[in-house]
């Protein structure tokens, strides 16, 4: 089979894996074994992924509280039998057994029908899920599957029941616009929340960002301008529920990030249709491109008890400093010591401590650096001009770029049969698309 090779972008706060097409080479920064860039040997980010796993996990010990979040509950979002022409129903109903009865998740169903207004079922759905299931220690975790269309004018995101179509004129029209129920998620949490996107056209809505101090992830079946397969063994869906299974015997029950999972699952999707990973929550703060969601079966109550958490009570303030090291990285030992000692040094200053995040590490780059990796780029973007027939590609400089090598994976042919089951072949698996009033296209079928 041909090697599948994944592209890893830090941009702006947002983390989004591509694949690259078969005959482009990639940079000269391909990530050597120990997870450092050869060139800028600064931590990868599947090293500071594993850095945020163990510091948490340190941390927490340190400070006696629980290593994991108190509640998750689960909303899963789908389209009544009539309106479902992609016949979602079989892996929601399978992926809510796994969530239930592997992780331990509270699972709640939500079935969309146009005897009343979608927007009107969908909003009540989102607030009540938040006004029950909220709480500072809590992860909120969404997951919908269906039509999805992008309103280029209105930049918003449409879920739609068989294409949107209303074939009874006194039903109202089958569709719900995300971002009109996304508002109580991003304005009114307290906790972190993590919404699974099963359609086409989800990381469009990337355009739309917002602020706030909790974590908010978006994990999209496919990349911007990109559909996905329908329901069945290609689906996004089916391989999400393969690297659930895969992690959860991997770690042996202990957390992985949404970082963790987002690689799990891209070799395993078609060249060109991989999902991608987006931050919903914006902000000045570099250090917040590093920090992920953590994903871990539920404990039984009484090795997480809610006695054991620190008071409930809003945070007074959040204090964020900057210690420049000297060294590029931490391994497990060097962050057992500091996770030993910090909560010890606020307790001497008399400074009462509630928890405390870990916010990435980012080596500092030397002159010399950014003049390699600048060549380098400029490098690559010159091979791929030449191959501008294959694919357009517009990498701007200041854009992280980590390159991972797998052998095995997806074929070229697998991937093109995936991309011939997608709407409009190759050029929307592959080529932006023009801009439009509506991309008013079904998931494949």
């Not at 120990?34 to 927490?60: C, D, R, T, Y």
């Not at 022409?85 to 998740?105: A, H, I, P, T």
């Not at 991989?274 to 871990?296: K, M, Q, T, Y």
């Amino acid at each position: 089979m041909a090697p599948h090779m994944v592209k890893t972008q830090i941009i702006r706060g947002e983390t989004v894996v591509s694949g690259n097409l078969p005959g482009l080479n990639t940079p000269e920064s391909s990530l050597s074994d120990g997870g450092f860039s050869p060139e800028v040997k600064s931590p990868s980010a599947e090293h500071n992924s594993l850095m945020q796993v163990w510091f948490e996990e340190l941390i927490n010990k340190s400070m006696k509280i629980p290593d994991r979040y108190q509640s998750v509950t689960v909303k899963l979002i789908s389209w009544c039998k009539e309106l479902d022409d992609l016949q979602c129903e079989n892996e929601v109903q399978e992926l809510s057994k796994l969530f239930r009865e592997s992780f331990g998740f509270q699972v709640e169903r939500t079935t969309l029908n146009n005897t009343k207004p979608p927007q009107q079922q969908l909003n009540a759905a989102i607030s009540n899920f938040v006004l029950e299931h909220d709480g500072p220690y809590n992860l909120l975790l969404v997951y919908y599957a269906g039509h999805g269309q992008f309103d280029e004018a209105a930049r918003q995101l449409i879920l739609a029941g068989s294409n949107g179509s209303n074939e009874h004129s006194e039903m109202h029209i089958a569709n719900a616009t995300w971002d009109t129920a996304e508002k109580t998620l991003m304005d009114d949490v307290l906790g972190d929340v993590l919404v699974i996107f099963d359609c086409c056209y989800a990381s469009d809505i990337q355009r739309n960002l917002t602020h706030g101090n909790k974590s908010y992830e978006m994990l999209a079946a496919s990349n911007r301008n990109t559909p996905t397969p329908r329901p069945g063994p290609r689906s996004f869906t089916s391989d999400l529920m393969k690297s659930l299974k895969e992690l959860l015997q991997e770690r042996d029950r202990n957390p992985f990030t949404t970082y963790d999972l987002l690689t799990k699952i891209t070799p395993k999707r078609p060249i060109g249709l991989e999902p991608a990973l987006h931050n919903r929550r914006f902000r000045v703060d570099a250090g917040l491109r590093s920090r992920h969601i953590l994903i871990a079966p539920h404990k039984p109550q009484d090795e997480a008890r809610p006695d054991a958490l620190p008071n409930p009570t809003p945070d007074a303030s959040n204090l964020t400093l900057t210690f420049e090291l000297g060294q590029r990285s931490l391994d497990r030992e060097d962050l057992d010591r500091l996770t030993e000692r910090l909560p010890k040094i606020f307790k001497q200053a008399k400074i009462p401590l509630r928890r405390v995040h870990w916010r990435g590490l980012e080596a500092r780059t030397s002159l010399r650096h950014k003049v390699l990796a600048i060549a380098g780029m400029h490098r690559f973007l010159n091979r791929v001009r030449k191959r501008k027939s294959m694919v357009e590609v517009a990498a701007p400089l200041s854009t992280l770029v980590v390159n991972i090598g797998r052998k095995g994976g997806t074929s070229d042919e697998d991937s093109k049969a995936a991309v011939e089951n997608c709407p409009n072949s190759t050029a929307a698996a592959l080529v932006p698309r023009q801009s439009q009033r509506l991309r008013n296209r079904k998931r494949s079928g």
